[in-house]
Nanobody
Framework: QMLLVESGGGLVQPGGSLRLSCKASGVAVDYYAIGWFRQAPGKEREGVSCISASGGPTHYADSVKGRFTISRDHANNSVYLRMNGLKPEDTAVYFC??????????????????WGQGTQVTVSS
C-alpha cells in the first residue's frame, strides 16, 4: 500500500512562489506516474500536471503552463511541483496521486490509484 503525503502549501501573495512536495512511502514510486491535481471550493477536481514514471514526458494544464514545473527525485521517492507567478485563481487544495505505469494523463483522474490528503494553497494579498 502506497502512502502519499503532500507538503509545502501555504499563504502567498499574487506573483509569489511555492514548491509542493509529494513524498511516497510503503511502495517505491519508480514505476508510477505521478500527477498533481487541485480542487477549489465549489469546483471539481482538475488536473494540473503529471510526470511519467521515467521522469521523461510531462504534461501541464493550459492554465499553469510556463508557471509550474513538475519534477521527481527517485532517490527520495518524491515528486515536486514548483509554482511561480501564482495567481488568486490558483487557490485550491492540491493533491498528488500515483498511477502504475510509465505514461501519465492529467485528464484521467479516475485512473490514479493512490491519493494524498492534500495541501492548501492560498494566493491572496
Amino acid at each position: 500500500q502506497m502512502l502519499l503525503v503532500e507538503s509545502g502549501g501555504g499563504l502567498v501573495q499574487p506573483g509569489g512562489s511555492l514548491r509542493l512536495s509529494c513524498k511516497a512511502s510503503g511502495v517505491a514510486v519508480d514505476y508510477y506516474a505521478i500527477g498533481w491535481f487541485r480542487q477549489a471550493p465549489g469546483k471539481e477536481r482538475e488536473g494540473v500536471s503529471c510526470i511519467s514514471a521515467s521522469g521523461g514526458p510531462t504534461h501541464y494544464a493550459d492554465s499553469v503552463k510556463g508557471r509550474f514545473t513538475i519534477s521527481r527525485d527517485h532517490a527520495n521517492n518524491s515528486v515536486y511541483l514548483r509554482m511561480n507567478g501564482l495567481k488568486p485563481e490558483d487557490t485550491a487544495v492540491y493533491f498528488c496521486a500515483a498511477d502504475y505505469g510509465d505514461m501519465c494523463d492529467i485528464d484521467s483522474i479516475n485512473g490514479y490509484e493512490y491519493w494524498g490528503q492534500g495541501t492548501q494553497v492560498t494566493v491572496s494579498s
